[in-house]
């Protein structure tokens, strides 16, 4: 039987994870027969995309650099814009960001914030329940029908009048979706994340915003090739639901190192349906390390030295400041990850005003709006850019002044690599990782939301020195990052997380399980891609297509 799916599964289709009755109106026949033609359609360009990924990453490995490509230098010198900025995204100078949990989306669509992306991604651990009931959530958002009651705290919430619009952001090309098989093989989770939302909302959600829309965030894209794979995708829904051509609009976060070199090449792949780039600023971290993973001679300090005002950070934005601003579109800066400290007024004031002093330099910089992380800081950051920014946006700042070299994008940062970086590395990656396995992916962690992208730079820096042997500074006694001192590190840190969250809660979280599966990353011969295509196989619970 098909479990509940109306009118039966499509040919090829088979559903692998449970099928709970709230999932019916989501994974209808037609839903997932539109989510098979794409995975039949473009599953050879998804596989092409990530091969190609696989040779640019062996070519670094010899030796290479990353740098401009100049085969597309015609792209980059010429005179070509993006479409026109539908005029209901024309001011997004603050974005909140979250994972399609269903509290989350109302607290963020009613925050006073510009803009919501709720996130598949980075936010959200892709358990197949995370995965259908954000749609769930989504379509009730789209709608306007939805609510949550906390019966804890005798609380109802439901959207106000005025929201929020909506962005999604599914996954990148890389992550599978094992509990949805099409014609035997997982399908794409970026694909399904896009498909069942463009399915059951593009209708509705045009007609709440004017025939624009939906509106999408693309991660962790590498080249233009993977933009092109996304606007043709586009393209087949658009014309599919017979909706305006150009209606979908994409932000690509310039997140690895190997697209900042790509951004002119990606926004033209995208033209039609661009709506800017955003400075993905953790992820960049973690793809710098991951890009140079072969060169001996590239070791960051510590990660919280690694900070905007370094100039290869800097010179990234205000490249894509430029770059944005020549095509016509937005550019969009980082996340403040701040959360509100409410029993510490002073180290409150303190994290506030270090999320100030960096949205006042993303707005005189020229960005055109940022992210928040928390409803708390929505009101903070609407004032400095409010003060800073009286247009909608300031696509009109050119920075003609702005001159990067393929040399500033890769300038080492400087700063001292410390025993303690090594255990915040350890620490917070081991905690975001248990929770991520326990089906949580945004995680509130000394005073920060962290996300996955924390986790990426955490073992990635963590490998990076164990490799190469990292000389820590400020050590009374010459110490190198070997392997004995990184088991070490991780087995104090352990003791130390069951102290700080207790021993009944860390007996009964993933937090062993975690430890192990951290280290095995940090200790590898050779540094693995993601984190979570590892972890993700913790979380898969298939069960006998028999019983769907």
Not at 87 to 98: H, K, Y
Not at 180 to 204: C, K, M, R, S
Not at 334 to 356: F, H, S, T
Not at 464 to 477: N, T
Request: glycine content about 8%.
């Amino acid at each position: 039987m098909a479990g509940g799916v109306r009118g039966g599964l499509p040919a090829g289709v088979e559903i692998r994870g449970e099928f709970r009755p709230c999932y019916e109106s989501i994974l209808t026949h037609e839903a997932l027969a539109f989510v098979a033609a794409l995975e039949r359609e473009f599953r050879p360009r998804v596989k092409y995309v990530l091969q190609c990924r696989k040779e640019q990453q062996a070519r670094f490995d010899a030796g290479e650099l990353p740098r401009f490509d100049p085969a597309t230098a015609a792209i980059r010198d010429g005179d070509w814009t993006c479409a026109p900025i539908p005029d209901v995204i024309a001011d997004r100078r603050v974005e909140i960001t979250g994972p399609v949990e269903r509290k989350m989306i109302i607290n963020a669509l009613n925050s006073g914030a510009k803009m919501f992306m709720a996130d598949f991604e980075d936010s959200l651990a892709p358990t197949w329940d995370n995965i259908v009931r954000g749609q769930i959530n989504l379509r009730d958002a789209v709608n306007r029908t939805i609510t949550f009651e906390d019966t804890a705290r005798n609380k109802k919430y439901e959207l106000k009048e005025k929201t929020a619009v909506l962005l999604v952001r599914p996954r990148g090309w890389h992550l599978p979706e094992a509990h949805l098989e099409i014609d035997g093989e997982p399908a794409t989770g970026a694909l399904v994340d896009f498909g069942l939302y463009y399915f059951h909302n593009q209708a509705a959600f045009r007609a709440a915003h004017g025939q624009s829309g939906p509106f999408f965030y693309l991660p962790k894209m590498q080249h233009a090739r993977e933009a092109a794979l996304w606007n043709a995708v586009f393209e087949r829904a658009q014309a599919a639901a017979g909706a305006p051509r150009g209606s979908v609009r994409a932000t690509v976060l310039i997140e690895t190192l190997p697209a900042v070199f790509q951004m002119h090449e990606i926004l033209y792949a995208l033209r039609d349906h661009s709506a800017g780039l955003n400075c993905g600023r953790w992820d960049y971290i973690f793809s710098f390390i991951k890009t140079v993973r072969a060169h001996a001679d590239r070791l960051l300090p510590d990660r919280v030295l690694v900070g905007m005002t370094q100039p290869f950070l800097r010179n990234y934005t205000e490249l894509l400041i430029q770059t944005c601003h020549r095509r016509g579109v937005h550019a969009m800066g980082g996340m403040a990850a701040q959360i509100p400290i409410r029993d510490d007024k002073a180290a409150n004031d303190k994290a506030a005003e270090l999320v100030r002093a960096d949205k006042l330099r993303e707005v005189r910089a020229g960005h055109d709006g940022t992210w928040a992380a928390h409803p708390g800081l929505v009101p903070m950051v609407l004032e400095v850019f409010d003060a800073n920014m009286p247009g909608a946006n300031q696509v009109h700042v050119k920075r003609d002044d702005v001159s990067v070299t393929c040399q500033d994008l890769l300038q080492m940062p400087k700063g001292v690599r410390t025993l303690e970086g090594l255990r915040l590395n350890t620490r917070v990656g081991v905690q975001y990782v248990a929770a991520w396995l326990g089906g949580t992916g945004s995680v509130p962690l000394y005073n920060l939301m962290e996300d996955a992208a924390t986790a990426e730079i955490s073992r990635v820096q963590n490998w990076q020195w164990i490799k190469y042997g990292a000389m820590l500074d400020g050590e009374l006694v010459p110490t190198r990052v070997t392997r004995d001192v990184f088991q070490r590190v991780l087995a104090e840190e352990l003791e130390r997380i069951e102290r700080e969250v207790g021993a009944p809660r860390f007996r009964a979280g993933r937090y062993q399980q975690a430890a192990q599966l951290f280290a095995r990353q940090c200790l590898a011969e050779q540094l693995d891609d993601f984190l979570t295509l590892d972890a993700y196989r913790h979380i898969v619970r298939l069960v006998p297509s028999s019983r769907i």
